[in-house]
């Protein structure tokens, strides 16, 4: 077969062509060192490549997420930390002062000074903020979430159940079809609680607001152990002074329907108040305790009472009763009860998993008793404390008040421990994805990286290939363009 010079010529050129192109590639990788500059450079490794970059990109915002959630929980660690000292502080004092230690009329309103001092630093800390945004305002962290009011106000008082009461001032239920004992008193966070009224006789009474009985002061205190001695185990409704009803409050159009007792301690016949489960027992316990606080206590205004304190029912007896009351300084919450997300896995957000704050209602408790102190329930309950130091209520201080005060710390403890749990986890997770970084950098590098010292031993050769192919090439072709190459 006949080969003509323009065959000849033309491999040459294409040869050389290729040649220049290698260069040119090599060249290319030796300067972005990546072997992937385009999808044609190798369709498969190009997206190989582009997913081990999305999976980068997404590990670096997640870790950058926890890292800031971490940052974000060390500074909510340090306040808490600080209020569980004042805390701490507090609970101290009001032992002092409960058993005797302080001089109820003289020492107490010192005290109660420290005290107020103690819970105006906690609001202070409960306003630490990180740059500009509120630690502890839940989504509205804009809002400086904590105020403590200019004036005192007047609120009622609580009767908070220990153990033993609270086992024996229950009452049972049908929860599906399944009798249930229920604490005695109002349920409250951690706490079970009655409300304390003032007779006509002039005597001390406590309201249980979940059932509607009234029982004498010194029932509720020391009688009730008397009735167990006697091997009585709950309390009945022969054991009341009497019984309010709860009205229904617009737009209810029925009272709702309480737990009832026992006639007596013979009695073990009755039938158990009924509902459908237990979602549905709690929602009406705590309308039952909504509807009737709501006719007398200000729930926007922290359980300000709402006119008279009297109640407008007596009981069988023709005693009538008024609500017994206590002016302090209240604190509001301004914020919300939402969670920040910060996310530090894929997949939905999961806000046990992946929020990074705490709120009012997380540190200081959701509500009191009378539906109110949304947020602070605990630090209104500890400025009660106050209160009656200041009053020099050394009997009520040895019960109610060191309760109320070590409340407060069990709830802040639990918040803490929420936290510190959360923190670990992301803790964990930060150190996961940088483990993950160091394979996905790998991964990047397998399907992208270039060895320079093999690029620049590549090019080195094509150079001289090329040079080699310029040089000989004017010398076997015929007299071509070839000529003027060189």
């Known amino acids: 077969m006949r080969v003509s010079s323009t065959m000849m ?16 590639k090599l060249t290319e990788q030796n300067s972005t060192q990546q072997r992937l500059n385009r999808p044609s450079d190798d369709a498969v490794g190009y997206a190989r490549y582009l997913s081990y970059t999305n999976d980068d990109v997404e590990n670096q915002q997640y870790m950058e997420n926890a890292q800031n959630g971490v940052s974000w929980m060390k500074a909510s660690d340090n306040a808490l930390t600080n209020i569980k000292a004042q805390f701490d502080t507090f609970v101290e004092q009001v032992n002092q002062a409960a058993n005797g230690t302080n001089d109820g009329t003289t020492d107490n309103p010192a005290t109660a000074s420290q005290l107020l001092a103690i819970l105006q630093e906690t609001i202070s800390q409960g306003n630490q903020d990180l740059g500009d945004r509120y630690l502890f305002s839940g989504q509205k962290d804009k809002t400086q979430p904590f ?52 007779g006509s006789d002039g005597g001390e009474y406590y ?60 009695d073990s016949t009755f039938i158990p108040t009924s509902y459908t489960d237990e979602t549905a027992y709690k929602k009406l316990a705590a309308d039952v305790r909504s509807n ?22 007596s009981n069988s007896s023709s005693l009538t009763f008024s609500f017994n009351t206590i002016n302090q300084y209240v ?30 209602s997380d540190i200081f408790g959701d509500s009191d008793i009378f539906g109110a102190s949304h947020g602070t329930a605990t630090l209104n309950n500890m400025l009660t404390v106050v209160a009656e130091m ?15 005060a070590n409340n407060a710390v069990t709830t ?26 160091v394979v996905i950098k ?45």
């Open 412 to 437: 802040l403890q639990k918040a803490q421990t929420s936290l510190a749990s959360r923190q670990l986890a992301y803790s964990n997770a930060i150190d996961t994805m940088q483990n993950q970084n």
């Open 292 to 313: 009737f606080t709501s006719q007398y206590f200000d729930s926007s205004n922290n359980g300000a009472v709402k006119g008279s304190t009297a109640i407008t029912e």
């Open 9 to 24: 010529l033309q491999n040459y050129m294409n040869s050389v062509n290729g040649n220049y192109e290698q260069q040119a």
């Open 331 to 360: 604190v509001s919450y301004a914020g919300d009860d939402n969670k920040i997300s910060m996310v530090k896995l894929s997949g939905g957000t999961d806000e046990t998993r992946d929020s990074v704050n705490l709120t009012g």
């Open 390 to 404: 200041d009053g020099g209520n050394q009997k009520w201080l040895s019960s109610d008040g060191i309760t109320l």
């Open 147 to 198: 105020t403590i009011s200019d004036t005192k106000v007047e609120r009622g008082l609580a009767k908070t159940l220990d153990e033993n009461q609270s086992n024996f001032f229950g009452k049972t239920v049908s929860i599906d079809g399944v009798n249930t004992n229920v604490k005695g008193g109002t349920q409250v966070g951690t706490l079970n609680q009655m409300l304390s009224l003032k």
């Open 442 to 486: 790998d991964n990047i590098n397998n399907v992208n990286g270039v060895n320079t010292a093999e690029i620049m031993t590549k090019l080195l050769t094509a150079q001289t290939i090329y040079n080699i192919s310029i040089s000989m090439g004017k010398n076997v072709l015929p007299k071509s363009i070839a000529d003027y190459l060189s």
């Open 207 to 266: 309201l249980d607001p979940s059932t509607g009985y009234i029982f004498s002061q010194d029932f509720v205190q020391n009688g009730y152990k008397d009735k167990i001695n006697a091997g009585q185990t709950s309390v009945t409704a022969a054991d009341a002074v009497g019984r309010i009803t709860i009205p229904a409050v617009p737009p209810n159009t029925t009272a709702p329907k309480l737990a009832d007792l026992p006639a007596n301690a013979s």
